[in-house]
């Protein structure tokens, strides 16, 4: 049979063509289709306004926020005139009577006030001259009065319904009007406050009636404080020269000055009493309002568990005045829908470049920086959606890192299957070295190696006698064989040839023990085979017999073939003298054949007890020079 003078492995790895897109970076841009497609939807939900799950988780975080920044001073132009304990002592019981209430307005209107507000809803006609009383000490000063909206919605833990729809102008199935001669004499003001949890969010600035539009109790002291009119167009309400943005449905979110007691506030009954100086109140906006114990008239604020109700609007008429309500317009809102956009589509492209397990800390970072973002701008009066973010952003990321461990054990699974396939096409050693090293023998590489050739004598003549069944049973015994002892000797089978092979020693890399495992391997291939085939049947033993060629010295180790399969190839004078070899074993009629120069490289492989094999000098077909080489028979 004759043998090529070069071996073939399997087929090493391909390259990936450029531009090839990786099974990670379709991954990643499919979710980043995802993220953009519920960023988008969750941004829609958000900027139309419409209520979700997430308006409790954003409400919280905007308690957060007002604790991390701390207590902020309220206006000194606006006192709480408070009908507390004391003064329901003063005038004898609760409710104050309307003539002990005149006495209170006229004493403040007399006072010189900036404007007066009463949180009380008159909402009953009394005697005529008892209206009458209280409707002149009104309407000797800028005074605003309680009217009260009637919703289908309302609040658990005060007398104030509640408005939750951010979306529209607030509609209350009805309104509970002052006393008609107390409405006359005074400006009426919707006193509604949007809570979330008994926590006030907004204050809307109008409500929707049968008979138009009605303001709030908060724009109408406002305005009364101003001696003007307001105006209402494209989400801003302009007072006295000023603009400030508003929420959707013209509210007001509610920007809360400090604890409990951070206005300044003094007890009615010091006006009972005579006690009170004009001072303390000329100029400024008065609420009058009750904060008796009792009284189901209180709120929760981020800073304190219970807030008199008329806290709460000096806090509205405080934010109006001095334009200090926080900012969330609808460009504020299309600022929240980008980010939740942008955030999560950076951290899956982010995430797509390094490993699944850094997905959460990028998460976590975006996360945080986004917060800090919104917090800095919360001290500046402007609310940042946080929730709304979040929400896009934790699916997208937590869904891709969770689909990329998926996508890595399965490519971990994937490869360690495809490395048990290749294992059965190419020696473990060099499948290890190629995957480490994919450009493993891309240039051709000059070095010394040990090559060893065997075959079987007298096959032919068997695989026709005993036909082709048993021909393949035979082979796959014989490789086996060959196979294990190459690799006890840590060899490379570079190709199987039929009923022959072609080993090498020295890949991946050279050793200084190369010659050494080639002769020992010799020796033991010899031994192992001869043992194998004295088991076969008699018409097998007869005629067959193995036949090994060795020699050492350089030769060039590269990669052979197409770009779509290449194999690991030696060439040079070494392998074909290891080739020829064959044939002075035949010629000899010996079963082992090395050269000299295997066997001085492997000088001291052999044991010392071991007997020197015969020295010959021999001609090599189509070589010039004659080569020395040993001979086991």
Not at 254 to 279: D, K, N
Not at 520 to 534: P, T
Request: with cysteine; hydrophobic share 50%.
């Amino acid at each position: 049979m004759r043998k090529p003078c070069s071996g073939a492995s399997g087929p090493l790895p391909r390259r990936l063509s450029v531009g090839r897109l990786s099974s990670n970076d379709r991954l990643a841009w499919g979710f980043v289709v995802v993220a953009l497609l519920w960023g988008g939807w969750l941004g829609v939900w958000h900027i139309s306004g419409n209520a979700s799950f997430l308006d409790g988780l954003e409400n919280l975080t905007v308690d957060w926020r007002f604790r991390l920044a701390g207590p902020r001073p309220a206006p000194h132009g606006i006192v709480i005139a408070a009908i507390d304990d004391e003064a329901v002592r003063e005038a004898g019981g609760y409710p104050l009577s309307p003539e002990v209430l005149a006495r209170i307005v006229r004493a403040l209107a007399e006072f010189k006030t900036r404007a007066l507000a009463v949180d009380i809803a008159f909402l009953n006609d009394n005697a005529p001259e008892i209206d009458k009383e209280l409707a002149e000490a009104l309407r000797s000063t800028k005074s605003v009065i309680a009217a009260v909206g009637l919703f289908q919605r309302t609040g658990a833990r005060h007398n104030k319904p509640v408005s939750t729809d951010l979306v529209k102008v607030p509609h209350p199935s009805d309104i509970l009007w002052p006393a008609a001669a107390l409405a006359d004499a005074s400006t009426a003001g919707v006193v509604d406050i949007a809570t979330d949890m008994g926590i006030p969010r907004y204050f809307p600035m109008i409500y929707r009636t049968a008979n138009g539009v009605a303001p709030s109790f908060v724009l109408a002291t406002a305005s009364a404080a101003l001696n003007t009119k307001p105006a209402l167009a494209g989400g801003r309400l302009k007072l006295a020269g000023k603009v400030i943005n508003l929420d959707l449905g013209y509210h007001l979110p509610l920007r809360f000055y400090g604890p409990h007691g951070s206005f300044r506030q003094f007890s009615a009954a010091r006006i009972l009493r005579g006690e009170l100086a004009a001072e303390e109140v000329r100029g400024r906006v008065v609420l009058l309002g009750v904060t008796a114990t009792g009284i189901d008239d209180v709120f929760a604020t981020p800073f304190d568990r219970l807030v008199p109700g008329v806290e709460i609007l000096a806090t509205g008429v405080a934010n109006v005045l001095a334009g200090e309500g926080l900012v969330r317009s609808s460009r504020v809102r299309w600022i929240d829908a980008g980010a939740a956009l942008a955030l999560p589509c950076i951290v899956v492209i982010l995430m797509a470049k390094r490993r699944a397990f850094a997905g959460l800390s990028l998460t976590a970072f975006a996360f945080a920086l986004w917060a800090l973002i919104g917090f800095v701008a919360f001290l500046d009066g402007y609310w940042l959606s946080v929730a709304v973010p979040l929400a896009a952003l934790l699916p997208a990321t937590i869904g891709f890192g969770a689909a990329q461990q998926a996508l890595e054990r399965y490519s971990a699974d994937r490869l360690i299957a495809d490395k048990a396939a290749l294992v059965r096409f190419q020696s473990p050693a060099i499948l290890h070295h190629i995957l480490e090293t994919p450009g493993f023998l891309e240039q051709p590489v000059p070095q010394s190696i040990a090559v060893v050739f065997l075959d079987l004598s007298g096959f032919t003549g068997a695989a026709e006698a005993l036909g082709a069944m048993w021909s393949r049973d035979f082979l796959s015994g014989f490789h086996a064989i060959v196979g294990r002892e190459v690799a006890s000797h840590e060899g490379f089978v570079a190709n199987f040839m039929g009923d022959g092979a072609m080993i090498l020693f020295g890949l991946p890399e050279p050793r200084s023990n190369d010659a050494s495992r080639a002769l020992l391997a010799a020796l033991s291939l010899r031994a192992s085979i001869d043992a194998w085939l004295n088991d076969l049947p008699p018409a097998g033993q007869d005629r067959l017999s193995v036949r090994i060629g060795g020699h050492f010295g350089p030769a060039i180790l590269s990669r052979l073939g197409s770009d779509l399969q290449q194999h690991i190839a030696a060439t040079g004078d070494t392998v074909n003298v290891a080739s020829r070899l064959l044939e002075v074993s035949k010629i000899q009629h010996c079963a082992i054949v090395v050269s000299e120069d295997l066997f001085a490289a492997a000088d001291g492989a052999l044991s010392p007890a071991s007997e020197e094999p015969d020295s010959l000098v021999v001609d090599i077909r189509g070589r010039a020079q004659p080569l020395r080489v040993r001979l086991w028979p």
